[in-house]
């Protein structure tokens, strides 16, 4: 899953960026309120981490640009020195989904991020099957006919990818977009050599589905012929 941290504070920007990338999300983060707001139209997220004392502009105010882009409906947890309770209900009701008083401690933003991405209408499943294939995304837990799989964190979010919308096909770009951050380099190759070790080991674990490679286009997960 892929998240979007809005902090202007340098030293806590970095430690939720390796902190949550540790924990297996794709992570951009924005500095400024306009840098954030042209990376809601450039990429899809699964959630937003927002501070409220963003330099350029108000965070109420990125919160409400969001419907503008294509996260309209994004998921938004606040950062916020103010323990106010007019401060609380005004995030609250421009459209946040929860709110998280500074300091706090990693794991607990964690898990109310795994919270907000659980609720009705959010992108997150409980655990997505093909044949004998699952992931549970909250946990990032592979099996393969009630076995696990060991996979690295990018080889589980591109099964992710590709579990959701099987046997559709995902074309290659939406993959980079989603399996790296903004500022990664990213090889002309990188997708296809992912793909390609995914394959094998789905393969070596007796999965009943494959990955299909569609030329020009991207890949798609399909149940084996029986």
């Known amino acids: 899953m892929k998240l979007l941290v809005v902090e202007d504070h340098p030293a806590l920007r970095g430690l939720l960026h390796k902190h949550l990338q540790r924990a297996g ?10 840098q954030a707001q042209a990376m809601l139209g450039l990429s899809r997220y699964d959630a937003m ?3 409220l004392g963003l330099p350029d502009m108000h965070g109420l105010s990125l919160l ?6 294509r996260n309209n409906d994004l998921p938004c947890i606040i950062l916020t020195a ?4 007019e401060s609380r209900v005004a995030g609250l009701d421009a459209g946040a989904d929860d709110y998280l008083l500074k300091p706090f401690e990693m794991p607990e933003l964690e898990a109310r991020l795994r919270a907000v991405l659980r609720r009705p209408g959010m992108r997150s499943e409980r655990r997505l099957r093909l044949g004998n294939l699952s992931l549970c995304p909250d946990t990032r837990d592979v099996q393969v ?3 696990p799989l060991l996979l690295s964190k ?6 992710g990818e590709l579990l959701r919308s099987a046997p559709r096909v995902v074309i290659k770009d939406h993959l980079e977009e989603r399996l790296y951050s903004l500022d990664a380099a990213v ?7 992912l793909v390609s070790r995914l394959r094998r080991k789905l393969l070596a674990a007796g999965a009943d589905s494959s990955i299909e490679t569609l030329r020009g286009l991207g890949y798609r997960l399909v149940a084996n012929a029986s």
Do not use: K, W, Y
């Open 145 to 147: 006919a009630q076995r």
């Open 82 to 85: 103010c323990d106010a309770l």
């Open 187 to 193: 090889t002309p190759n990188a997708i296809e050599a």
């Open 25 to 34: 999300f794709v992570v951009d983060t924005a500095e400024h309120g306009r």
């Open 154 to 159: 990018r080889e589980v979010a591109l099964l």
């Open 64 to 69: 409400a640009a969001r419907s503008a882009t």
């Open 49 to 51: 981490i927002l501070d």
